[in-house]
Every structure is written in C-alpha cells, then in structure tokens.
C-alpha cells in the first residue's frame, strides 16, 4: 500500500509491441487485434476496444490525467466518468516511462486522423462491409449475402437463394436489421443493471478469498483519501489554510487517490479475466458512454454484436460476451 508502481516485463513487452506496430509498422487497430490475439491471447481475449483504450493511456508515456473519473457523494459511490464535473489535472513524469511520450502522441494523432477520415468517408459501402458475413440463417445456418432490389439493400440466405425449398426463411432488408438493432441498442441501455448483475454473478464464481481481501483493502484506503479531500475542501472553504498549501495538500491527495484507483483496476483486471465479464463491462462502458444513436454506427455495433442469427418469426443478436437477445421480424 505504499503507492508503489511496479512495472511487468511482459506488460511492458505488450505495450511496446502495440505501440511500435500501430505507429511504426502503420497496423490498423483491426490488424493489431488479429496480431493480439495470435500472439498474447493466453492473457485476455483482445477488442478494438481494449487496443483503442491501451493507445489513450497516458500513464504509458509515465504521465497522468487525474479524475478522469469521480465517486459521487451519493450512494452507491460508484466511479463515473468526469465530463466535465470536475476539474482535471495533466500530471507530468509520475510513473516509469514504458515508451517515449513522442510515440504517445503519435498514437493519439493517428488515432483523431483515422477517425475524421472514417467519419468523413462512411457510406453505404461500410455498412455492407459491417454485415458481410455476420448474419447466419437459423434455418439452415447458412450465410446471408447481400442483395439489391429496386435500389434498396436486402440480405438473403445463400440456400433460400437457390431454392426456396432448401430454406424457407425469407430475405431482410437492411432497414429492418437497423431497426432491430436500435431496439437492442435501447433495451440494453435501458436495463445496464442487468448487464451488471450478470457480470457480478460470474465474478463471484471466479473470485478467491485473498483478491477479496485485497480489493478490500484498496477500496479502505480510497475511502480514507476521499475523506481527506473533503475534510481539507471544507478546511479550506472556512479560511483555516491558504489557498497555496490547499492546492499542494489536494495535488497531492489527487495522486494518492489516483495511485490508489490504478490499483484497484489492477486488481479488477485480475477478477474479471474471464472473457465474459470483460467483454460485458466493454459493452456497460459503451452503452454508457454513448447517449443517443440513429443509425447503424460501425463502432458501437461492432463492441456489442459478435453475430446475427435471422429466422422465419425472429432476428437474434448474440452480443460479444455471448448474451443472446432476440426482436421480432416484420410480418407481411
């Protein structure tokens, strides 16, 4: 509990590697996580997300943005991200440099760059290249493929194509598998206390006594310096210490807390290694993140879907931590 950071070889070999490729090598987010997968998959199951989240870190340069989120003074004192809540402080050299702070900022500019050109060039063509090879027939469980009628996108089974006797299940159009997927979107940002619930009952399947008691301990301590910001917030709106020792004390409690929440991530990313919980608090995070969608947008539908299953009566999504959720088809 001393605040000490201890840096893991083979993190470190991880960090590096991501970094070198996506910067140096020009691999796409897409191709480093293909790359992850093959390489470090006995750790985690890689996602765009978690590549894209790794490329944002900071810390990895040996800096830190502190409060990029907050506990609430509300019950249930659960972390939330700051937008614009509370100030926030770019701290400079606080931990051992993993990589140059030039390769960092690098990362980010490719990152920003990459994103106006996807923004600036989404056409009809990336919506075709999203479903290509998502969609399977509950039927049959063949592929569908794309088709063009009358100028509007449907998507039919390979087997129903060629013969309506091989698969009775009809073709959909592209409007209905948006519409489908808004109400999934909606229904699940709607009940995230659900997602947390499934999420909490796999944890206390996979969590030993000794992570229990650490994480205990972490969140004592955390408790402790949250305490002390708000004794020494009150100290200093009753006028009893300056305004410069207010601001060095808060710094420094400001690190203390942040020091203390990387930890107790650390000690998360140890209990929720399960493939199931990461990808569920991936799509938690998304859905939190994100307030309101009317289209089929790339990025988020690809955190949350892993596959389309379409039948006669029904279209099911099967999300990535392998929730299986299903909306009614239109009936002619």
Known sequence: MDGEVKVIEEEVKIVEDIFNKYVNKDFSVTKLVDYLNKHYFKKKKWS?????????????CGDMLLQKKYSPDVFPYKLVTNKGELAQYYVYDVF???????????ANEKLVNNKLKFNKNQTDGNREYLLTSKIKCEHCGGTFKRRVLRNKEYWSCSN?????KKCEVKMIGTDEIEDAFLKIFYKLKENIHVLEAYKKHIVNFTTNDDDRCELDLVNCELKKVTSSINTLVRYYQKDLISLEDYKKKHNELLVDKSVFEMQKCKLNEKIYQR???????????????????????????????DSIE???????????????????????
């Not at 765009?48 to 990895?60: A, D, G, H, I, P």
């Not at 051992?96 to 900022?105: A, G, N, S, V, Y």
């Not at 129903?160 to 309506?164: G, N, Q, R, W």
């Open 160 to 164: 129903h194509v060629t013969s309506a």
């Open 310 to 332: 379409v039948g006669t009566l029904d279209i099911q999504f099967t999300l990535k931590n392998d929730l299986k959720l299903k909306v009614e088809r239109k009936q002619f």
């Open 48 to 60: 765009q997300s978690t590549v894209s989240s790794m490329l944002k870190n900071e810390r990895y």
């Open 96 to 106: 051992p440099k993993i990589i140059d702070r030039e390769l960092f900022e690098k």
């Open 275 to 305: 493939f199931e919980v990461i990808q569920t608090q991936i799509i938690i995070e998304c859905l939190e993140s994100v307030k309101e969608i009317t289209a089929l947008d790339e990025e988020i539908f690809n955190t949350l879907v």
